[in-house]
């Protein structure tokens, strides 16, 4: 059922309800009532057993049922306490309007009193229509009022009782839950019976005369209390408006959430192959002259360090006239026109050099014009120990007249052509 349906359907409380609609039969309570025990006493109320609506034409009996009377009084000792948790416990199902409404309403009860439990069999022998006389004493109020409230019990599997909420005065008044048909017949039956009516109108006479015997009761009942219901009504539909629109808004973060962190992972995704392909056409090239390195490919990037001629560099791409290269583990901007490739072994290996019989002392300390392979054996084709960069020192261990020369180089030893140490 929508919000806006349901708070039409609103009805005020159970009796308050009783009150108005049968506000029109106090002058002749008396007589009616008369009548009614009359028909009582000339209908002997045996029917079949078998028949599923028996019940509803049983004689009322007060209830002597231990279980089902302890489950009702329970049930108002919840209801009054505004305990919809302990309430839920024994009867089921009760909508988050009625918990809202119980913990409302249960703040103008002191104390439901003088119970009794009137019985009829249910659809089944083990169901129970259950008329209960009761009186409210409203908080603040010096006189009682009677009431009558009707509960549906059923057994569980387990053999213990509970009230069918669905046929309970809240959702019969608003219709929250769908209501099993034969059920349904069978109550509607049950109150058109002779006994149930004397007993409707006998409450309804002494309810009466207390709200004659006490203003202040007759002013709560009908004008405080039915505000009070009214604004609850108000003030819950704007909350359930509000929880949906707050819900509304939380899918739509959600969502928005989702779409973000989708978007992000595809652009990782494909940051991380753009990278990939990079590094597969990734080159070594080498600096041709003493150049800046930025971070951005713009002369305006921030300036993040300078390399000198003869650095080799990984190269990962040109981007308009700046080589993307890697500087210190970090991709970094170079202008391409100051690159070049590397060929061969080295630039320093395949070079000549017209100073290379020069002969080299031991512990000579050689500041490298270029940039010099170390290698771990005399052989070109040995594998590399370290790039010593132009500008670096290497220390000279020994040097060998086949023109090799064993250096030290930052802790490491190895040999390096001696023609590219003059």
Do not use: H
Not at 2 to 29: C, S, W
Not at 87 to 96: G, V, Y
Request: net charge negative.
């Amino acid at each position: 059922m929508k919000v806006k349906e349901f708070f039409q359907k609103i009805k005020i409380d159970k009796i308050t309800e009783f009150l108005k609609k049968n506000a029109r039969y106090f002058g002749a309570a008396a007589v009616f009532v008369a009548m009614v025990l009359i028909l009582a006493r000339c209908t002997d109320g045996t029917t079949s057993d078998k028949d599923p609506m028996a019940g509803a034409y049983q004689q009322y009996a007060e209830s002597d049922n231990k279980e089902v009377n302890d489950l009702i009084t329970k049930y108002y000792e919840y209801y009054a306490a505004g305990d919809t948790d302990s309430l839920k416990q024994i009867a089921t199902p009760i909508s988050d309007a009625e918990v809202s409404y119980i913990q409302f309403y249960s703040q103008y009860i002191e104390k439901y009193q003088n119970l009794k439990v009137y019985t009829k069999r249910g659809l089944d022998k083990d169901s129970y229509l259950c008329s209960v006389y009761l009186q409210i004493k409203f908080a603040n109020i010096d006189t009682p009022v009677a009431g009558l409230d009707f509960f549906y019990v059923q057994t569980k599997d387990d053999g213990s009782l509970y009230i069918n909420n669905v046929y309970g005065s809240f959702n019969q008044s608003n219709g929250e839950f769908d209501m099993d048909t034969d059920i349904a017949s069978l109550i509607a039956t049950f109150e058109q019976q002779s006994d149930v009516l004397a007993l409707q109108a006998e409450v309804q006479q002494e309810c009466n005369e207390a709200m004659l015997a006490d203003e202040n009761l007759n002013t709560f009942v009908n004008t405080t209390l039915q505000d009070a219901i009214k604004q609850w009504a108000a003030d819950y539909k704007a909350s359930v408006a509000q929880a949906a629109e707050e819900a509304a808004a939380a899918k739509a973060a959600e969502e928005e959430a989702a779409a973000k962190a989708a978007e992000e992972a595809k652009a990782a995704e494909e940051a991380a192959a753009a990278e990939a392909a990079e590094a597969a056409n990734a080159k070594t090239k080498v600096t041709t002259d003493k150049i800046n390195v930025r971070d951005a490919a713009s002369e305006d990037g921030n300036l993040l360090g300078q390399l000198a001629s003869g650095t080799q560099v990984t190269w990962y791409a040109d981007e308009n006239g700046w080589a993307k290269i890697d500087y210190n583990g970090t991709k970094a901007y170079v202008k391409a026109d100051y690159l070049a490739d590397v060929s061969g072994d080295s630039t320093q290996d395949t070079s000549q050099s017209t100073n290379s019989s020069a002969n080299l002392s031991q512990g000579q300390e050689i500041t490298l014009a270029n940039t010099v392979n170390v290698r771990e054996s005399m052989s070109e084709t040995a594998s590399k120990v370290a790039v010593a960069y132009a500008g670096e020192q290497v220390t000279v261990i020994e040097s060998y007249a086949d023109g090799w020369t064993k250096v030290d180089y930052n802790g490491k030893q190895g040999y390096c052509k001696t023609e590219y140490l003059q």
